[in-house]
């Protein structure tokens, strides 16, 4: 099991944010992912910084614990654009970059660039065109593509990522045609369980869901003759009917990170605690997870 974080990209560099991040590394995490939004639900009217930036900061104030977002969607990204920066912080990263990306959901990014919100089925198809041709930037020096919904006019993307063939994508998906498309193009699969329990399920079912799609994803992979075994499966905690219960104690944590990783999930990431917030954990006790609940777990 790992242990990971996500920090939401709220703070000024100069007063908070380089301390945080230097502060995860310190702990021990093995990764630090942070939200690629333009703002995100409770925190529209509150300090929200871009998620690229942020990481390519904290890359020049770390130097072992992985970075990454948590995650990416085509809501307000182009694949030629993003390539470009991921590529870029792969290098100033000296090769500690993992892309979480997801289909994106139907809140204020879906509509940010003045554009109407897509409906389900033409936001899996944007996703999937969007993966692939993403894949292609990053792995290539030269792409030339027209597709459905984008376009790559002879793009160069020279050196390359520092990570060979390209930075590792971990794919945030449940559902049958995402589930696919992780196995086709994932280093590793997300999951948060199973948004129709959140707020009326039991832990006992959330557990149940995500049993179900990590047995999903491995018929997924069989399909294509993969491994589902060599693909990390990473939660990000906070979104199960559990809510804020496992970062109450390290014994708390402990069994439920044990009941997931009995399930198959093998990367637990918690939120960094924010006061007054749904992320309002106890720093304490989250430090103590940080440092002491891999060890419990064995």
Not at 82 to 96: E, F, P, Y
Not at 216 to 243: N, Y
């Amino acid at each position: 099991m790992r242990l990971s974080t996500v920090i939401l990209p709220i703070y000024r560099w100069a007063d908070e944010g380089r301390e945080v991040w230097r502060r995860a590394e310190e702990l021990g995490f093995h990764a630090a992912y942070t939200y690629d939004h333009l703002t995100w639900r409770s925190f529209r009217e509150r300090t929200w910084f871009g998620a690229v930036p942020t990481l390519t900061a904290a890359a020049g104030v770390t130097s072992r614990m992985r970075l990454g977002t948590l995650v990416t969607s085509p809501n307000f990204r182009h694949p030629v654009t993003l390539a470009k920066d991921l590529m870029t912080l792969d290098d100033v990263s000296q090769g500690r970059v993992t892309l979480g990306i997801g289909a994106g959901g139907s809140g204020f990014d879906a509509t940010a660039l003045g554009q109407e919100a897509w409906s389900p089925r033409e936001r899996a198809d944007r996703f999937g065109e969007f993966v692939g041709l993403l894949d292609r930037l990053l792995s290539s020096e030269a792409v030339a593509y027209e597709g459905e919904f984008y376009s790559a006019g002879d793009v160069r993307n020279i050196p390359g990522c520092v990570q060979r063939p390209r930075i590792p994508f971990a794919v945030a998906a449940t559902g049958p045609r995402g589930l696919r498309l992780t196995a086709r193009h994932g280093q590793a699969w997300v999951t948060t369980g199973d948004p129709a329990l959140y707020e009326t399920g039991t832990p006992q079912e959330s557990l149940a869901a995500v049993r179900g799609q990590v047995e999903r994803l491995g018929a997924a992979c069989a399909e294509i003759g993969r491994d589902v075994a060599d693909m990390p499966k990473i939660m990000l905690t906070g979104f199960t009917p559990d809510q804020g219960h496992p970062l109450d104690s390290v014994d708390a944590f402990v069994d439920f990170a044990g009941k997931h990783a009995e399930v198959g999930i093998d990367e637990m990431v918690i939120h960094w605690p924010i006061a007054g917030t749904e992320f309002g954990a106890d720093p304490k006790v989250f430090e103590r997870i940080a440092t002491e609940a891999l060890g419990q777990l064995g």
